[in-house]
């Protein structure tokens, strides 16, 4: 079954640091570029992040990561290729970071997101 | 930067057709991408390319681009295609992907 599961959301204090995490089952994880999106209370889809990962011959030869302006410099994405999981080390949180997280991958060379997991709620409160 | 316009609300009648348009200048030069998201569920594409539909997407959906505006379009409307629907670039400008501020869409 082809499907992306996030976890590692919850409550945490202005100021602190969360990681949430995505697990990919169903697909080649490493053959993907993968995002995170987020959604605030109400509001619409925020593109947060992205991730692609080169392969020449089955080596590992580089990765390439874009923040969105927002969370440049706070928040960190980055991959395990050999446990199929997608991480989103995020530092300094505000109120403004409170939302849905989703993960959603995109087939090699695309623009468009063509799966999403079911999202993980990151709220940040005192 | 980039910013996809999209009108906040929709009204269609069942069975007529709704559409949902997505302005920026020269969004025909790029390839545009439609989702639609169900509240309390995650997004589901429902247009790629365009004017691509993925496995699994009615023919009832169909989209189009040209100049400045990208078209969702909606045949024989039904309860089920309540949604919200969000438009979607990739800015090679800034690498960033751009999401439009989302449509409300309500079957009467």
């Known amino acids: 079954q082809v499907q992306l599961v996030e976890s590692g959301g919850g409550v945490v204090q202005p100021g602190g640091s969360l990681r949430l995490s995505c697990a990919a089952s169903?697909?080649?994880?490493?053959?993907?570029?993968m995002h995170w999106v987020r959604q605030a209370p109400g509001k619409g889809l925020e593109w947060v992040a992205f991730?692609?990962?080169?392969?020449?011959?089955?080596?590992?030869?580089?990765?390439?990561?874009y923040y969105a302006d927002s969370v440049k410099g706070r928040f960190t994405i980055s991959r395990d290729n050999s446990m199929n999981t997608l991480y989103l080390q995020m530092n300094s949180l505000s109120a403004e970071d409170t939302a849905v997280y989703y993960c959603?991958?995109?087939?090699?060379?695309?623009?468009?997101?063509?799966?999403w997991g079911q999202g993980s709620l990151v709220t940040v409160s005192s | 930067s980039y910013v996809l316009t999209q009108p906040p609300s929709v009204p269609v009648a069942p069975g007529q057709t709704a559409r949902i348009t997505c302005e920026e200048n020269n969004i025909g030069s790029k390839s545009v991408h439609w989702y639609q998201q169900k509240p309390g569920q995650a997004p589901v594409l429902v247009v790629y390319d365009d004017s691509d539909r993925p496995s699994g997407i009615p023919d009832r959906f169909s989209g189009s681009s040209s100049g400045n505006t990208a078209t969702l379009t909606i045949s024989r409307a039904e309860a089920g295609d309540e949604a919200d629907y969000y438009c979607q670039v990739w800015d090679s400008s800034s690498a960033h992907w751009v999401f439009g501020g989302g449509t409300k869409l309500t079957v009467l």
């Open positions: 169903g697909f080649t994880f490493s053959r993907h570029a």
């Open positions: 959603a991958k995109s087939p090699p060379d695309a623009g468009y997101l063509n799966l």
């Open positions: 991730i692609h990962y080169y392969e020449n011959n089955k080596f590992y030869v580089g990765s390439n990561t």
